[in-house]
C-alpha cells in the first residue's frame, strides 16, 4: 500500500461550495457522515517580520504550534497543489526555538469551519476537508475557501480532475499562510517559482521531472494571473516562455517517460501557446518594429494611423485571451498542470518501457544524451543558413529555443565555465534569428491591417525598416552559426 502523500489542496469559491458537495463524484466517495468543528489559525512573526523572510510561517491552532514552509525550497519538496509542508511541530512556541516567544506578534488569521468527509478509497483512509471562513489582516478581511484531499496523492489526484468536472476547483496560487500574510500586508503573495528549473546534481531522471513539472507550472499559474490584464507584455511572455520550456520538457524526456496523457498535454500547451501568441507578437511589432518606425516619423498621420490599428488589434488580441484564461477548458489544463508532478503517469507505465531502468538513472547520464541529441537536430540544417527559406530559418530558431532550454534544465550537472561560453554562443545566434523571426512576423501582421493608398505608404515604411535591418542581422547570424558549431561540446 502506498504511503500517504502531503494533502491536495485547491480553492473554491463559496458560492460554488455547494455544488462541489452534491456532486456526484463526491457522493459516490463519501462513506457515513460529516463532521464540523469551528476552527481558528493564528500565524505569528516578528514586528520585523524575520520568519518570512526566511519563506516560513509559525501557526497556532488550538493550542498546538507548527513551523511550515511558506515558499517552495527550489527541490520539488512542496509540489503544487499540495498543503504546505510541516517542517516541525510542538504544544509551545518556546519548544521549536525559532524565535524567542517574546517577539512573536499575530501577523494574520483564518477563522471558519472545517468539514470533514471519510472517503472511500482502495488505497486506506481518505477524507475531504472544507475549510471555509475569512483570512484575517488588522485593517483587511478576504473570503476564503479551500478543499483538502487526503490520503494516497496519485489517487486523491485523479479524483481532484473528476470532482473538477463537476466543480470548479482551482490550483491556489499560494499556501493558506502566505495568503493570509498577503491579505495582513495588502499584497498579493509571492510567486513559488520563476524562470527556469534547474535539476540538481545526484537527481535521477524521475526527480529531475517531477522538479522540472512542478517548478514550471507554478510558473504558468503565476503570470495567468496577471496576464489577461495587458497592462505590461512581461506576463504574457513569462508565461509562453514557460509553456515552451514545458513543452521542450515533454519532448526531451520522452525516451525515459512515455505516456499518453503527456502526449495530450502538449497539445493543449500548443493551444495555450497559439493564443499567448497572437497577443505577443502585437506586443513584439509595436515595441520592437512599431516605435523605431514612429520615431523616423513622428508626425505622420498616416503611420500614426497603422500604428493606432495594430493598437486596436493588439486589444483584441487580449480580449480573445481573457475569453480562453476563463474558460472551463484553461481551469482543466492548469489542474493538470498543477496534478502532473503528483500524478507521475510516466511512472505508471515503467514497466513498458525498452528500458524501464530509466527512470531511475543518473540525470547526468541522460541529459548528456538529450543535449547531443538536441545539437544534433540543430545542426541538421546545414552549413550555410543564408540558403535556408524563411519557414527554415523559423524552424531552426525553434530548435535553437529548444536547446537552449534544455541546457537551462541541466547546466548545474556540467563544469560553469564550459556551459557559459557555448551558452554565450548559442545566444548570439538566437539573437539574431529573433531578430529576423521579427521582421517575418511584422509582415505577415502587416497582411492583417492592409488598407488604401495611407495604409500602404506607411505599411511600406515598416516593410523598408525591416529590410534594413535584415541584411546585417543575415550575415551576423551566419557568423553566429559557424561559430556555435566549433564551439566545445561541454557534454561530450
Known amino acids: 500500500m502506498a504511503a500517504p502523500g502531503p494533502a491536495l489542496e485547491f480553492d473554491i469559491a463559496p458560492a460554488d461550495l455547494a455544488r462541489l458537495l452534491k456532486a456526484p463524484a463526491l457522493l459516490a466517495r463519501r462513506q457515513g457522515r460529516g463532521h464540523t468543528a469551528r476552527l481558528k489559525t493564528i500565524w505569528h512573526d516578528t514586528a520585523g517580520h524575520d520568519l518570512q523572510a526566511q519563506g516560513l510561517s509559525l501557526a497556532e491552532q488550538a493550542g498546538h504550534w507548527r513551523l511550515e514552509r511558506m515558499v517552495p525550497n527550489g527541490l520539488a519538496e512542496w509540489l503544487p497543489a499540495t498543503q504546505a509542508p510541516i517542517l516541525a511541530e510542538a504544544p509551545s512556541a518556546d519548544t521549536l526555538a525559532v524565535i524567542a516567544p517574546g517577539l512573536l506578534v499575530p501577523v494574520a488569521a483564518f477563522t471558519g469551519t472545517r468539514r470533514s468527509f471519510p472517503l472511500a478509497s482502495a488505497t486506506g483512509p481518505a477524507r475531504l476537508d472544507v475549510l471555509e471562513g475569512a483570512l484575517r489582516g488588522v485593517a483587511h478581511d478576504e473570503p476564503a475557501c479551500r478543499v483538502r484531499l487526503s490520503g494516497d496523492a496519485p489517487e486523491m489526484a485523479s479524483f481532484a480532475r473528476e470532482l473538477a468536472e463537476q466543480a470548479a476547483l482551482t490550483v491556489p496560487r499560494a499556501g493558506l499562510a502566505a495568503c493570509a500574510i498577503a491579505v495582513a500586508h495588502g499584497a498579493q503573495p509571492a510567486a513559488r517559482h520563476t524562470g527556469a528549473p534547474h535539476v540538481a546534481p545526484g537527481m535521477d531522471v524521475d526527480q529531475a521531472l517531477v522538479l522540472i513539472t512542478s517548478h514550471l507550472a507554478d510558473v504558468i499559474l503565476h503570470w495567468a494571473q496577471t496576464a489577461p490584464a495587458g497592462v505590461a507584455p512581461e506576463p504574457v511572455h513569462q508565461m509562453r516562455v514557460a509553456i515552451r520550456r514545458l513543452r521542450t520538457a515533454l519532448t526531451v524526456f520522452r525516451r525515459a517517460a512515455p505516456a499518453p496523457m503527456l502526449d495530450g498535454l502538449s497539445a493543449d500547451l500548443k493551444q495555450a501557446a497559439a493564443k499567448l501568441g497572437v497577443a505577443r507578437d502585437w506586443d513584439v511589432f509595436l515595441a520592437e518594429t512599431a516605435a523605431p518606425v514612429q520615431l523616423a516619423f513622428p508626425d505622420d498621420r498616416r503611420v500614426a494611423g497603422l500604428i493606432a490599428a495594430a493598437a486596436r488589434r493588439r486589444g483584441a488580441a487580449y480580449a480573445d485571451l481573457r475569453i480562453y484564461l476563463q474558460s472551463p477548458a484553461w481551469r482543466q489544463l492548469t489542474l493538470l498542470l498543477a496534478l502532473l508532478p503528483t500524478l507521475r503517469p510516466w511512472a505508471q507505465t515503467a514497466g513498458s518501457y525498452e528500458r524501464p531502468d530509466m527512470l531511475a538513472a543518473p540525470a547526468e547520464a541522460y541529459a548528456a544524451q538529450a543535449l547531443h541529441r538536441a545539437f544534433k537536430r540543430l545542426l541538421s540544417a546545414g552549413d550555410d543558413l543564408k540558403a535556408l527559406d524563411a519557414a527554415a530559418l523559423h524552424e531552426t530558431r525553434k530548435q535553437a529555443k529548444k536547446l537552449r532550454y534544455s541546457i537551462e534544465f541541466f547546466a548545474p550537472l556540467f563544469n560553469v565555465k564550459p556551459v557559459r ?72
Do not use: C
Open 421 to 492: 561560453r557555448f551558452v554565450e554562443k548559442l545566444v548570439d545566434l538566437q539573437h539574431a534569428l529573433g531578430a529576423l523571426n521579427d521582421g517575418a512576423v511584422a509582415a505577415a501582421l502587416m497582411q492583417k491591417i492592409s488598407g488604401g493608398a495611407d495604409r500602404a505608404f506607411a505599411i511600406g515604411a515598416v516593410q523598408g525598416y525591416v529590410a534594413a535591418i535584415n541584411a546585417p542581422v543575415t550575415r551576423s547570424s551566419a557568423k553566429a552559426w559557424r561559430k556555435l558549431a566549433d564551439q566545445d561540446k561541454f557534454w561530450a
